[in-house]
Every structure is written in C-alpha cells, then in structure tokens.
C-alpha cells in the first residue's frame, strides 16, 4: 500500500478530529474534515479555529469543513473516522457508498459498541464486509489533542491486521513531534484504549473524594490487571497491554485535567450525578457507555474486573463512591498478579504451541 500523499478525510469536527487535521495539514496535505454541524463547520472557516472544541489552535489554510459527507470523502486516498465510538456504525454506514476503493481507513475513536458489545473494528467487519478488514487501521495511545494540537512530542501506535496498511498510516502521521509505532494486535490496541477510560473516571471520583496518590495508584496498577484479565479472554497479546494503548494510554487518560473521564469522575466525587457530571464536561465521556459495555462482556466471558463492576454500580445503580471504595478494600485475600497469570498462561497455550 502506498504513502498517502494527496488529500485525507477526516469524518468529525471535535477534537481529536481537529488536532489530527492541523498534524496532517502541517506535512503541507490538504484535509478535508466533515461536519455534523452545519454552524461548526461555518465558524471554523470563518475563524480557522475550532473555538468550540480545541480552543487556541490555529488551523492551516489547508483545512476545509464541510458537511457533504460524500463530497469530504471523494478521491482522499485516506479517511478517518473521528467520531464517538456510539456514532461509529452509524457514520461510516453512510460513508461506505462513497469511500474510495483503495483509501486507508483509519479509525482514531476509543470504544466498544454498547448494544452489541462489539470492538470498533467488529463493527467495521460487520458494516463493510470481512474483506474490507486489510485497509482498516486502528489509531491509540496516550495522546490529548490539547497537546497534540500545539506540536507536543506524543507517541501512539496504529494496529492492522496488514501489517502494510499499518506502515502506511505509519508514514501518514509520522513527524518529528509525534511518533508513530506499528502493532499487528487490533482487538488489544483497540481494547487498552476503550477500557482505560473506566479506570480513568475511577481515579477522578478518588481525586474527587479528596484521596491521594497511594489511592490513584492502586486503582492504575489493579486496573491494568483487570484491562489485561479481559483482553486476553478476547483474544488481545499479553504485551499490548504493556505497551503504549495498554499501560501509556491509562497513565495520561488517570493523571491529566484533558482527560474528560477523569473530570467527570472528580465531579462525581464531588457529589454530582453522574448526568450533571457529563454535562459539565462538555463533551462525550466514552467510559460511561463503556462500563457498561464492559461489565457485561466481564459476565460473558467470566472475567473477574472488581473496579469496573464497583463503577457499574457508582454510575447506574446509584451506589455511593464512597462505599465502592469500602467494597474494593475489603475484598478476600489476594496475590498479585495470579489472575493475570493464569489467564497469560492460557493465552500462551492456546497461541504459542
């Protein structure tokens, strides 16, 4: 597959969608970006500037918005999907008439389908055919597009299950101030980036409840334990989990005030619903719709995931944070690590014979 060198869609306006059209347009590659939003997508080329969602960010003259989506998506040798991970069937059913035949697409959102507790990529299997799979790309990794937008070194990492589709969006992204890694293991890039947002509303509603940074570590450490339990049962590799979707994304999605989860977590610490806490983000908080989607995959495949049940039951069973806390610190004895190694155990059984 070729480098891309002519125009790329980008479908979405928020901002991640807008960082990644000014990192694009800087490489001097002209970027069309499509719009729900007729009145966004007017202001922000009236402005050139996403005023509404990545404030002070100048855009390049080579970014245009629209709201055509078939018109944003001809001849763009790739197309990527930046839109909430609840919208995602929905948007690239309507854009699937229109995509080029041999564009790259690229999915950048982190989530799992709530219905059909589906992976994005599943989903795109399902919509587009299993033969369309070769040029899907997943984008992750720890990466705020506050910071991205204004040129801040960040590492990600695109996965394909065609390694050379990989390479190609590689080469896409690839600047001195952000630097791109290649992984083959889609449901596990995939699934570190949807699940960290969880644990990321955990530690804000710890933060919130004036806890300190003994509480945000525990939570960090036994999350990622509970990521790996999960992905591994869906079949993800042990090490993505170490790896830049896995243990990256989680440290600055826990630790940074860009996080929207983590904010909305500390509200509900604060004693705000879980609606008013939503709210005064401002934006879409993937980890509720994803609780929820994985509590009840953490049933499916018999997986135990402690934190995320207890903020299943903090989010839409109305249980205090507080006494979440108390469920989680009076569990039965444990040894660290022993699920994860079993499960690692299992996983090296069935795929390294």
Not at 106 to 112: D, F, L, S
Not at 281 to 303: D, F
Not at 315 to 328: H, Q, T
């Amino acid at each position: 597959m070729a480098v891309v060198k002519q125009k790329v869609a980008i479908l979405g306006a928020g901002s991640w969608a807008t960082a990644l059209a000014v990192l694009l347009a800087g490489k001097g590659i002209p970027v069309d970006m499509w719009s729900r939003r007729a009145g966004l997508a007017d202001q922000i080329n009236a402005e050139g500037q996403n005023s509404r969602y990545l404030p002070g960010v100048s855009l390049p003259p080579n970014i245009r918005v629209d709201t055509a989506l078939a018109a944003v998506v001809k001849n763009a040798q790739a197309v990527i999907f930046s839109v909430p991970s609840h919208a995602f069937r929905e948007v690239l059913r309507a854009s699937l008439p229109h995509l080029p035949a041999r564009a790259l697409l690229i999915n950048a959102a982190k989530g799992i389908e709530e219905d059909s507790l589906l992976t994005l990529s599943r989903v795109f299997a399902a919509e587009a055919g299993e033969e369309e799979t070769s040029r899907y790309v997943v984008l992750s990794g720890p990466s705020h597009a506050e910071e991205v937008g204004r040129g801040i070194p960040t590492a990600v990492v695109v996965a394909s299950r065609d390694m050379a589709a990989a390479a190609a969006a590689q080469d896409l992204f690839m600047t001195g101030n952000f630097r791109v890694y290649t992984n083959p293991d889609v449901a596990g890039v995939e699934l570190g980036g949807a699940l960290k947002n969880i644990i990321a509303l955990g530690t804000g509603i710890a933060d919130g409840l004036g806890f300190g940074d003994n509480t945000k570590a525990a939570l960090m450490t036994r999350g990622l334990a509970e990521i790996t339990r999960l992905g591994l049962a869906m079949g993800a590799n042990l090490l993505t989990f170490a790896g830049l979707a896995g243990v990256g994304d989680l440290i600055v999605t826990c630790t940074s005030m860009h996080s929207r989860n983590r904010r909305a977590g500390i509200e509900i610490g604060r004693g705000k619903s879980l609606s008013e806490a939503v709210a005064s983000v401002q934006m879409v908080v993937e980890g509720v719709r994803t609780t929820r989607a994985a509590y009840r995959l953490a049933g499916r495949y018999g997986v135990e995931m402690p934190i995320t049940e207890q903020m299943y039951r903090v989010l839409f069973e109305g249980m205090s944070p507080r006494e979440a806390v108390v469920n989680l610190m009076s569990r039965g004895r444990r040894r660290e690590m022993e699920e994860v190694a079993l499960a690692a155990a299992q996983w090296r059984e069935k795929n390294c014979k």
